[in-house]
């Protein structure tokens, strides 16, 4: 076994993920990261660091590549000190134009995705009596957003599960939270206003405009805001939060 921690964290091609997995190269540990594609890039990114990573190139809804990762991990560092859920997916729509395929893909993926990781890495951690596992949720899971009504309902089941997980993993001294972000400027939010722009006819600035005003900030957080507050969560500074959700949102669900 690896004296050094270990880190899993999904969806790491782009954003939030890339991020987090950057931060937690940069803190001392092994990274394990997961995106369907282009995720090798942001292995050799890491390693050019000076820092280990194991890159996966998989989908977090198909189980066969869940356990094939996992199990690697566990083969190569016989540890996972962090599980940090992030790949997601997002689909605005009026409801009515929602597709039952569209449902249950970004219901495969936000939700089926965090739930297979656990499944799989919980018994690596259980051994060693201690971990810890961040999910992330959104404003979305707390505040009703027009148009996303789907993808909110993921991240409320985000939110619900984490405070379970928590209560059930807290005898093995591995805490549960998650981080819900408000508007951050990733692939995700920007396909996310183009599509809005497209379908409503106007600029995608004024989506934009509109989306930063949602902040009391009035601007986007950035995915290394987001990267922090994971990171926080999963050291020892947190140990005596669990089944906890942190708001990262510039203020928007306190209005
Ligand atoms: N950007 C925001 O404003 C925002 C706000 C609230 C919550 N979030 C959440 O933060 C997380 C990260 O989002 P982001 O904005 O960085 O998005 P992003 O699109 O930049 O990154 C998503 C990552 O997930 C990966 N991914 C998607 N489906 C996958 C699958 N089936 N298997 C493996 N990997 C997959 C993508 O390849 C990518 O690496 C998501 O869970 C998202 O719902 C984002």
Known sequence: ???????????ASTGIGKAAAI??????????IIARRNIDKVGDEIRKM???????????????????MVGEVDKRYGRVDVLNCNAGV?????????????????SKINVGGMFLFTKYVVPIMKR????????????????????HAVYGATKAGCL?????IAWELAPWNIRV??????????????????GEA??????????????????????????EEIAGPIYFLASDEASFITGADLLVDGGWVAK
């Open 177 to 194: 939270n998650s981080v819900s972000p408000g508007s951050v400027d990733t692939p995700m939010l920007v396909g996310d206003c183009e």
């Open 90 to 106: 997002v689909v605005v729509k009026p409801v009515e134009d929602i597709t039952y395929d569209e449902f249950i893909n970004v």
């Open 128 to 147: 060693r009596k201690k971990g810890s596992i961040i999910n992330l949720g959104s404003v979305s899971g707390h505040v009703g957003q027009t148009e």
């Open 23 to 32: 931060k937690f190269a940069k803190e001392g540990y092994i990274t394990a």
């Open 198 to 223: 497209k379908r409503r006819g106007v600029p995608y600035e004024v989506i934009k405009k509109e989306r930063e005003e949602e902040q009391a900030f009035k601007k986007w957080g950035t995915p």
């Open 50 to 68: 000076g820092c280990e990573c194991f890159d996966f190139a998989g989908d977090v809804s198909v189980e066969e590549d869940v356990k094939k």
């Open 1 to 11: 076994m690896t004296d050094k921690k270990v880190a899993i964290i999904t969806g």
């Open 160 to 164: 619900s599960f984490t405070r379970a």
